[in-house]
T-cell receptor, first 113, second 114 residues
Framework: GQNIDQPTEMTATEGAIVQINCTYQ??????LFWYQQHAGEAPTFLSY??LDGLEEKGRFSSFLSRSKGYSYLLLKELQMKDSASYLC??????????????WGLGTSLAVNP | EPEVTQTPSHQVTQMGQEVILRCVPI?????FYWYRQILGQKVEFLVS????????KSEIFDDQFSVERPDGSNFTLKIRSTKLEDSAMYFC????????????FGPGTRLTVL
């Protein structure tokens, strides 16, 4: 089966650092993505990992361990505008041009002043 | 910056009616997708499209659904005989050939079936 798990909710303080974890069990793997989604809006791309290790992109970093089926998204210097849902998605590996994303439910992050 | 656009932003329809949701993917992208998100639930894959044909479809994408690329820019999702449970946000996405082939999402169409 396909399963992606994330915490449902997290809270953090403005200026702080927060780590959002994601574990996955999928039949195939061809990359892991993190997206940000504000309420009522479309997901927007944050980061991509296909090899083990850390990818850094400004205030956001993402880590992947394929052997553990584990990733995290690290947000530094939190700002109020970072309050949103953070979605972990795994790209399935399939024949041909199959590039569907399998999504977690998302972690709703509330940043407090 | 190029973006995916979708119309309409909100569609209200009666149960049993047909709706067509429209998308204009990013112009140099080759892969197109439809996803849906029922309120409070996870994003669900519906269908992917490449080279003028369906690459993959999920169990949700049954005979009620169809996709079409009628010209060089539009990508449409048709839902025949809508049901109450089709009420959801429908997102179109497209991706190119970059390193991550990340998918860029349109703003979505909120479909309400009464």
């Amino acid at each position: 089966g396909q399963n992606i798990d994330q915490p449902t909710e997290m809270t953090a303080t403005e200026g702080a650092i927060v780590q959002i974890n994601c574990t996955y069990q999928t039949s195939g793997f061809n990359g892991l993505f993190w997206y940000q989604q504000h309420a009522g809006e479309a997901p927007t791309f944050l980061s991509y990992n296909v090899l083990d290790g850390l990818e850094e992109k400004g205030r956001f970093s993402s880590f992947l361990s394929r052997s553990k089926g584990y990733s995290y998204l690290l947000l530094k210097e939190l700002q109020m505008k970072d309050s949103a849902s953070y979605l972990c998605a795994v790209r399935d590996r399939g024949g041909g041009n199959n590039r569907k994303l399998i999504w977690g439910l998302g972690t709703s992050l509330a940043v407090n002043p | 910056e190029p973006e995916v656009t979708q119309t309409p932003s909100h569609q209200v329809t009666q149960m049993g009616q047909e709706v067509i949701l429209r998308c204009v993917p990013i112009s140099n992208h080759l892969y197109f997708y439809w996803y849906r998100q029922i309120l409070g639930q996870k994003v669900e894959f519906l269908v992917s499209f490449y080279n003028n044909e369906i690459s993959e479809k999920s169990e949700i994408f049954d005979d009620q659904f169809s996709v079409e690329r009628p010209d060089g820019s539009n990508f449409t999702l048709k839902i025949r005989s809508t049901k109450l449970e089709d009420s959801a946000m429908y997102f179109c996405a497209s991706s190119g050939q970059g390193r991550g082939n990340e998918q860029f999402f349109g703003p979505g169409t909120r479909l309400t079936v009464l």
